[in-house]
C-alpha cells in the first residue's frame, strides 16, 4: 500500500484545476476574463473552481 490517500486525492484535485484552466482557455470569454479566471483558479483553487462552476464562462 505504497500510494497515500491524501496523495491521490491531492493528484485528483490537480486534475480537475488543470481540466478547469483548460475549459476556461478554450471558452468564448474575452482575453481578460479568461486571464482573471485562470490566475483566481491558479491562486485560490478551492474557491475559484467553485466560483468558476457556479459563475464562470458557459462555452
Keep these: 500500500m505504497g ?3 491524501g496523495g491521490l486525492l ?3 484535485w490537480l486534475i ?3 481540466w478547469a484552466i483548460v475549459k476556461v482557455a ?3 470569454a474575452g ?7 485562470i490566475l483566481v483558479l491558479l491562486f485560490f483553487p478551492l474557491v475559484g473552481l467553485i466560483a ?3 459563475f464562470g464562462p458557459k462555452g
Design 52 to 54: 468558476w462552476f457556479l
Design 26 to 28: 478554450k471558452s468564448g
Design 16 to 18: 480537475i484545476v488543470i
Design 31 to 37: 482575453g481578460l476574463a479568461k486571464l482573471i479566471w
Design 10 to 12: 491531492g493528484l485528483i
Design 3 to 5: 500510494i497515500e490517500v
